[in-house]
Nanobody, 128 residues
């Protein structure tokens, strides 16, 4: 049973930083994506960043590139999202998700419909 548990969400002021963690368990192999998505009420869930485990490739949404960094500690089976220079528009529930992909090009990293396991989410609130 694949399980993803996010933590680290909080309320911060604009310009601040947060680090989210996602403890992953229950899967084997490296041919998969681990990703971060976010969602606000009434809006679609959007991809923020992801890692393809087999080769370590990283992917970012344009809106967060240069401010957010995704990383993985394989020994701890934990995915991180370091978020710097936070803006009010980064406010959302952040979800961790994973998808099997034999090759990185088999799917788009930010296509939420390709991800089959999700965590429960963690709230990030950025005030101006």
């Amino acid at each position: 049973q694949v399980r993803l548990v996010e933590s680290g969400g909080a309320s911060v002021q604009a310009g601040g930083s947060l680090r989210l963690s996602c403890a992953a368990s229950g899967y084997t192999g490296s041919r998969r994506y681990l990703g971060w998505f976010r969602q606000n009420p009434g809006k679609e869930r959007e991809g923020v960043a992801a890692v393809y485990l087999d080769d370590g490739s990283q992917y970012y949404a344009d809106s967060v590139r240069g401010r957010f960094t995704v990383s993985q500690d394989s020994a701890k089976n934990t995915l991180y999202l370091q978020m710097n220079s936070l803006k009010p528009e980064d406010t959302a529930i952040y979800y961790c998700a994973t998808a099997y992909a034999y090759y990185a090009g088999d799917m788009r990293w930010n296509n939420r419909r390709d991800y089959d396991y999700w965590g429960q989410g963690t709230q990030v609130t950025v005030s101006s």
